[in-house]
């Protein structure tokens, strides 16, 4: 997925103390190497927690984390009461995923994958106790905190944890980011994208964005994109990390959805358009609210610096860019 490591926008309202009491709160599931370095964005301002079942991983985590605003906790993310529907022995299932080329590795390396590559400790993986399951909505009221984004990355559970956020999801948190197969059942616990968009597009969200990972068969292996046996250059596809966020700028969006963001909500989100290399998506934001935004952000200054360089690599404001557009759209064709 396409992420901008220089935020403008992002870094000067975390500069002028626009989150100072009211921090960007992200909530990290499978946090196995710690935050993505692109929440770090927020510094000060970014508060967050972790779950992971890998409990030395979690600790040292805790140990060097810098952040006070920033915790850890040793827990699988689950759902008490899961949804009911056909067995999956009924249906049919197109894994193919143990005859790829990263399970040949594991099986002639005698690999425990989650011990080499997750816990960075090697000190033993050592596993969460089940008793000690979260379920997120039931966290969050016994926690009062409020929550903006969510990221999931379970390797195959991210349904589940889904599933127990639902509370927070269709109130709270203006996106998310998850991890997702596209082979599978159906089956409503299946992790595959069809259940997954229905998931999100049920409670007001659609996909802005998605990375796709090709795994090639253990017949004929291709390249690793990475120096560890993962996703292949070449393959079928198999999973993808997928953006979900709420496109407020929807016409009656959220009258239809019983929600009125505040000017932080949505300038949080326009954050997270920019970090994620949306920044046509982000501009949206401040042009369709801009009386909301305007008592706590200069628009026209936050519109600038969302804004590129024109073709001809001139930086030039907003409004003069979009001019420039308008009179020379040609200048935007490929090639000119």
């Not at 009924?90 to 080499?116: G, H, I, K, P, W």
């Not at 616990?189 to 998605?210: K, Q, W």
């Not at 079928?236 to 990390?241: R, S, T």
């Not at 804004?307 to 000119?336: C, M, Q």
Request: with cysteine.
């Amino acid at each position: 997925m396409r992420l901008n490591w220089s935020p403008h926008l992002t870094r000067h309202l975390v500069a002028t103390g626009v989150f100072a009491d009211d921090p960007f709160s992200l909530v990290d599931i499978g946090c196995s190497g710690g935050l993505l370095q692109q929440w770090r964005h927020f510094g000060g301002q970014l508060q967050a927690i972790g779950f992971d079942p890998l409990v030395r991983e979690v600790e040292r985590l805790n140990a060097v984390e810098e952040n006070p605003r920033v915790e850890y906790v040793a827990a699988r993310v689950g759902c008490h009461a899961k949804p009911a529907g056909p067995a999956s022995e009924n249906l049919f299932d197109s894994t193919s995923y143990l005859r790829c080329t990263t399970m040949r590795v594991v099986e002639l390396r005698q690999m425990n994958y989650a011990a080499t590559y997750f816990d960075q400790t090697h000190a033993g993986c050592e596993i969460a106790a089940e008793a000690g399951m979260v379920e997120l909505d039931e966290y969050f009221r016994q926690q009062h905190r409020n929550v903006d984004f969510l990221k999931t990355d379970t390797d195959g559970f991210d349904i589940e944890a889904l599933w127990g956020a639902r509370e927070i999801v269709s109130s709270e948190v203006v996106g998310a980011a998850v991890e997702l197969q596209f082979q599978g059942t159906r089956a409503p616990g299946s992790n595959v994208f069809a259940n997954v968009e229905r998931y999100f597009h049920e409670l007001g969200y659609s996909l802005f964005a998605i990375d796709p990972k090709l795994h090639s068969r253990a017949a004929l292996p291709k390249m690793f994109r990475w120096n560890q046996p993962a996703d292949t250059h070449e393959g079928q596809v198999h999973w993808a990390d997928a953006l979900f966020l709420r496109d407020v700028c929807l016409t009656e969006y959220e009258a239809r959805w019983g929600l009125r963001l505040s000017a932080r909500k949505l300038l949080k989100l326009c954050c997270v358009h920019e970090i994620h290399g949306l920044e046509d998506c982000a501009a949206e934001i401040p042009l369709r609210f801009r009386e909301r935004i305007a008592s706590v952000a200069n628009v026209d200054h936050c519109l600038n610096l969302l804004t590129p360089p024109l073709p001809d690599g001139r930086k030039v404001s907003h409004r003069e860019y979009i001019d420039f557009f308008e009179k020379n759209v040609e200048a935007f064709y490929s090639g000119k």
